[in-house]
């Protein structure tokens, strides 16, 4: 996602026309077209059109500006929550994986950059100064890569910059790019994370589209903690199929083998999960996949997981791992009902249970 | 236009060009028309030296089984296009018809096939007849349309899009073989069925044929085609197991080993049956305190004699390599 030539189309809403950063990204983008619009449901009323309109929003860029960029993270009802919050300067992704919540969330939303990034710098100290206790954990990477766009926005630089050093709470870039380099001529600040979500070469060549291979995932993550930074990585979705075993095993000792403990601030550990929505667009959109095929049971967020016994056997497995390596105490799980939970802070965690699991919180 | 009455054996019953609705004469309306005659005049355009109906199929069709020779018609100007006729057609039905999934794909065919841009069909009526205002519903529906075989299993089954979406990813010779499977089941274990086949047929990475033959399944396929009682019901069960084997073992040991276990009075043990957790759920009915403290101890008495054990183990089950 280097080049930018993916990019049909840029419409721009008529109330940000005059922003620098519209006029940036138009000059970084020359020659595609731009149309001014006035409302989103115009580009809607194209993306209609498309015979995959999912695709087609994922190739035309909307500048516009937003009201409000901070909010915490849905988690899912019932699953045990870990006070993450969101950012979201960007919506959608240009990536296009075939397990991505974002196909049902999302309704013809276009590659989304707001620009009117500088509310957010109020929008944050008004949030720090109303937040006591835990140690918060922010991040960029729920409705869309944190740098795919980097190349056009800027956003994630602006976002280090506006972070670094502010007491209390950490910035998680999340991604599935190798583009880190730019972001990398700045000085590292311990609060900033960079992080990586994971899986093994044959899901992130099959489900994966568009996305940086593991190796340059992990070359990248190499780069950022030479340059002092925090790294974190993400291995969500878990895929079960024949050889998971092993293979997820080879990506968790390469990870292992290459990134110093002392850097790594976590590890998060999520099984596929997914509303019935997503597996009909997704069996539609992607033929070839057959990650929806497993067995899988409605579990008690009305989402489809694979049955408890399976999942936490995958989480065992991998958690054996990290800790064959004394890395035990980076893991948590994502979206996990508090059954899964228990069982894994059983196995795992010293101390510390389930009335607050996450080691970031007090 | 003009009413009049016309003979029914001036109707062109080949034509079916403003037809969509797919309902079938039935005997109430038989046996109304019977009695009381077509109060309702039909809609019909003049081709010649006979009639198209543009709308009343059924009333007609009723009226051929009642016996009349001639209905009241109103009959259309020869200014009006075929477009116009249609959708008069279907705004005559729109307000007091729920059109199932078969009929609205040919209804958004013959839009298209009468001129419409698929612009103005999403625009227009895709939102209007409840289904995503997308170009690729209107791709799904044409496709669906197409079917003309299998439309009339389809209506009786009030398919939903998500079903008709894959029921359409099978191989034609497939979908044939499918539809038959289904015939005696109602429309929820239609989708199911489907769903199952489909999933089976994706992980296994084989044709319908080669699970329709598999040894458990084979026997309840045939038992089907043969209209057996209770054989689809039978099929579905089969291939759940094989689609969710895991869950399906561990409630099998779960319910033999529930039958061991002798509970006091009128009390009953349960579980979440998904296995999302892994608690045992006691239940009595007791009228009097002594009676509760009778049930309670006795119950205590098995909890401490281990003989619930072998279901917690179960709901604790871990998978081994």
Redesign the interface.
Known sequence: MQQNNWIKKIYVNRQVENSPLVERIISRLKPTPVQLVDRLEEIQAELRLATDPIAESKRVLFLTGEKAFIRPCPCSPGAVPCGYWTVDLNLNCPFDCSYCILQVYFNLQPLTIAVNQGDLESELDAFLADTRNNLLRIGTGELGDSLALEAISGQASFLIDLFRNKKGVWLELKTKTAAINSLLTSPASENVIFAWSLNTERIIKMEEIGSASLAERLRSAEKAVERGFKVAFHFDPIIYYSGWEKEYGEVCEALLKKIPLAAIAWVSLGTLRFPGKLREIARHRFPRSSIYEEEMVRSWDGKFRYPRPLRMKIYQTLTDIFKAHDAGDKLYLCMESPEVWQNFSKQNKKGKQLASPFFWHK | MELRPISLEEINFDDTRFRFSLDRADEKLIFSIQRAGLIEPVIVKSAGRAFILVTGWRRVEASREAGLKEIPALVMPSGWTDLSLFSLAFFESYPRKDFSLAEKALIIKKFIEFGLS??EV?EEFLTRLELP????TI?LLRQLASLDWALPSIHRGRWKI?TA??FL?FFPEERRAILDLGEALNHNQQAELIELL???K??Q?VGLDTILTEEEIKPLVQAVREKQPRAGLELLTALRKR?????TE?NRQMQAALRQINLPGNSRLDYDH?????SLTISFEARTREEMEVVVEQLKQKVKEGELDVLFGLLN???GK
């Open positions: 698929p612009e999403i205002p997308e170009r690729q791709d998500s979406r894959l990813s489909f999933t089976l994706k992980r990475k689609t969710f084997p895991l869950v561990i998904s296995l999302e957790k892994s089950k871990k998978i």
